[in-house]
């Protein structure tokens, strides 16, 4: 048997360490987004009958961003009422899809165009939607009086919550649609259930002053 003494394994030990060429990461080329899910993606977006008219309209805003910048393949499908989406070749950014979805998603909810393209350019936006009956129970005129309540005057409370909280709401008829940043939605969403409870929109205004005053302290 052969004797190794301590010296000999402290030589063969610091023969094996590696050196810092050896430790070094491994430089790999960028996944395209094809790559990364093994295989092509396809999505279809629904487009409701009252958004075709703006949906023609607007058709080569929605267009150029998705497929110059997003790189996907887009085209509107009559027959099943649909936008459809789908990878190519050209597509790098792994979550190209879902942001393109989601902007078709919030044009289609009513959102103005300037606004729902936030969603292909910033990682932090996101959709909310609810119903008036979700918070409280509602019928006739009581239903009538909280719709009222969240518009305001010519839309004036509305603009108000949307102003102070950096968001944007659309008002459907019982739907509401809030677009903006996880805590500004969050306070935008409160403002508005409040209002359905029945508080009134003084009250509401005075806190939404309270709230963009904060906002341009903390700026």
């Known amino acids: ?13 610091m023969g094996m360490e590696d050196t810092e060429e050896d430790r070094e990461a491994p ?3 960028a996944l395209s987004a094809n790559e990364m899910a093994g295989e092509q993606q396809y999505m279809r977006v629904p487009v409701p009958p009252n958004r075709y008219t703006p949906l023609k309209n607007h058709w ?17 499908n009559p027959k099943k009422r649909c936008i459809e989406l789908r990878t190519s070749e050209a597509t790098e950014l792994a ?10 998603r ?10 729902a393209i936030a969603l292909l ?20 005129e009581h239903l009538s009086r909280a719709i009222g309540r969240i518009a305001g005057q010519g839309g004036k409370t509305r603009h108000t919550i949307e102003n102070a909280t950096k968001t944007r709401i659309i008002l459907a008829d019982t739907h509401v649609h809030i677009l903006g940043s996880f805590t500004n939605s969050k306070i ?17 205004y005075t806190q939404m002053r309270s709230v963009a005053n904060r906002s341009k302290d903390r700026f």
Request: hydrophobic share 45%.
């Open 1 to 13: 048997m052969e004797v190794v003494t301590n010296e000999e394994m402290k030589e063969e030990m």
């Open 27 to 29: 430089a790999f080329p």
């Open 60 to 76: 080569m805003e929605i267009y150029q961003p998705i497929a110059e910048h997003m790189k996907l393949q887009i085209r509107f």
């Open 95 to 104: 979550g190209a899809m879902q942001k393109s979805a989601d902007f078709l």
């Open 106 to 115: 919030a044009f289609m909810l009513g959102f103005e165009i300037r606004d």
């Open 121 to 140: 350019r910033l990682d932090d936006l996101y959709l909310d939607s609810f119903e008036i009956k979700d918070v409280k129970t509602l019928n006739g």
């Open 188 to 204: 935008a969403k409160d403002a508005v259930v409040r209002l359905i409870m029945g508080s009134p929109p003084g009250k509401v």
